[in-house]
């Protein structure tokens, strides 16, 4: 099995401003800006409703589309039956993740750029020097994939919604790897004895799911030792040996340049990330 570290949400280029963490911890990661439907001001979470939270932080203006996806909240919109967690990836990050040989079983870890917020006169702002964090949000186990518009096995109808399908003949036509992965109906890994879903969004902010290093820029990420790469066995995408420092802390990673959005690990030959993955999962209520 392996896991997949995938930048999404809101950032300097796509939004311009973090997604915030509520006072009591749960998570909201704002979906990039596009032209495609839905209209930001038509997508939920717990709630409250994203062209108005947006609007509030940023004094931004809700009529804007966004691109859903990763898609994994589904109180977010109104759905079909037998939704399920999906997330469409192309171009290179999708050619590094078939170069990687990403598929059914994988475990998909999405992170993005937080900041903590609170809430005063009925109108959320964020809190005055709290630190911007790199946090995982949300997780998606493949057990499916599909190409729309690229061959005849037609995704399910349910899915006609998302980017990646409703815009199947533009993807095609700019790209030769157009993928759709749909989330496994269970999320299964060594170790883990609970039945939790296959895709969804992480309850709350706890540390565990913090990538950055407190005091550090965001891209500074700490991990634990079981992380550290080993002679012989494959270390994280994207990422060279000089770019880790090992302390009595663990390890920690700093990045060199611009990395790709998907960042790969083998948990065969770093078997101890299991452990870790059981602690991210604690919060998870079990179905």
Same mark, same amino acid.
């Given at each position: 099995?392996?896991?997949?570290?995938?930048?999404?949400?809101?950032?300097?280029?796509?939004?311009?401003?973090?997604?915030?963490?509520?006072?009591?911890?749960?998570?909201?990661?704002?979906?990039?800006?596009?032209?495609?439907?839905?209209?930001?001001?038509?997508?939920?979470? #717990?709630?409250?409703?994203? =062209?108005?939270?947006?609007? /509030?932080?940023?004094?931004?203006?809700?009529?804007?589309?966004?691109?859903?996806?990763?898609?994994?909240?589904?109180?977010?919109?109104?759905?079909?039956?037998?939704?399920?967690?999906c997330f469409?990836?192309?171009?290179?990050? #999708?050619?590094?993740?078939?170069?990687?040989?990403?598929?059914?079983?994988?475990?998909?870890?999405?992170?993005?750029?937080?900041?903590?917020?609170? /809430?005063?006169?009925?109108?959320? &702002?964020?809190?005055? &020097?709290?630190?911007?964090?790199?946090?995982?949000?949300?997780?998606?186990q493949v =057990?499916?994939?599909? &190409?729309?518009?690229?061959?005849?096995?037609?995704?399910?109808?349910?899915?006609?919604?998302?980017?990646?399908?409703?815009?199947?003949?533009?993807?095609?036509?700019?790209?030769?790897?157009?993928?759709?992965?749909?989330?496994?109906?269970?999320?299964?890994?060594?170790?883990?004895?609970?039945? *939790?879903?296959? =895709?969804?969004?992480?309850?709350?902010?706890?540390?565990?799911?913090?990538?950055?290093?407190?005091?550090?820029?965001?891209?500074?990420?700490?991990?634990?030792?079981?992380?550290?790469?080993? %002679?012989? #066995?494959?270390?994280?995408?994207?990422?060279?040996?000089?770019?880790?420092?090992?302390?009595?802390?663990?390890?920690?990673?700093?990045?060199?340049?611009?990395? *790709? /959005?998907?960042?790969?690990?083998?948990? %065969?030959?770093?078997p101890g990330?299991?452990?870790?993955?059981?602690?991210?999962?604690?919060?998870?209520?079990?179905?």
């Amino acid at each position: 099995m392996k896991i997949i570290f995938s930048r999404k949400g809101y950032d300097k280029t796509s939004g311009g401003m973090p997604s915030p963490i509520f006072p009591d911890d749960t998570l909201c990661s704002f979906p990039i800006p596009s032209d495609q439907k839905p209209k930001l001001k038509d997508v939920w979470f #717990q709630g409250k409703n994203l =062209g108005s939270l947006v609007r /509030q932080l940023n004094e931004d203006p809700e009529e804007k589309g966004v691109h859903l996806d990763p898609d994994l909240y589904r109180e977010a919109r109104p759905r079909k039956a037998g939704w399920r967690p999906c997330f469409g990836q192309v171009g290179a990050p #999708q050619t590094h993740l078939k170069n990687q040989q990403v598929g059914e079983g994988d475990v998909f870890l999405f992170f993005g750029w937080f900041r903590r917020v609170l /809430q005063s006169n009925g109108k959320f &702002h964020y809190q005055p &020097h709290a630190p911007d964090i790199h946090c995982l949000f949300g997780w998606l186990q493949v =057990g499916t994939m599909y &190409h729309p518009g690229l061959d005849d096995r037609n995704p399910p109808t349910w899915s006609l919604d998302h980017p990646h399908v409703q815009d199947a003949k533009y993807y095609a036509k700019n790209f030769s790897n157009n993928t759709l992965y749909v989330a496994s109906d269970r999320l299964r890994f060594p170790g883990l004895r609970r039945p *939790l879903a296959g =895709g969804g969004v992480f309850p709350r902010f706890t540390e565990s799911l913090q990538l950055t290093e407190p005091g550090q820029p965001r891209s500074f990420w700490r991990f634990p030792e079981c992380f550290s790469p080993r %002679e012989g #066995q494959s270390p994280l995408s994207n990422h060279k040996p000089e770019e880790w420092t090992k302390d009595k802390n663990g390890i920690l990673l700093k990045p060199v340049g611009k990395k *790709l /959005q998907d960042s790969v690990l083998d948990c %065969e030959e770093y078997p101890g990330v299991f452990a870790w993955l059981r602690e991210i999962f604690k919060s998870v209520k079990s179905e």
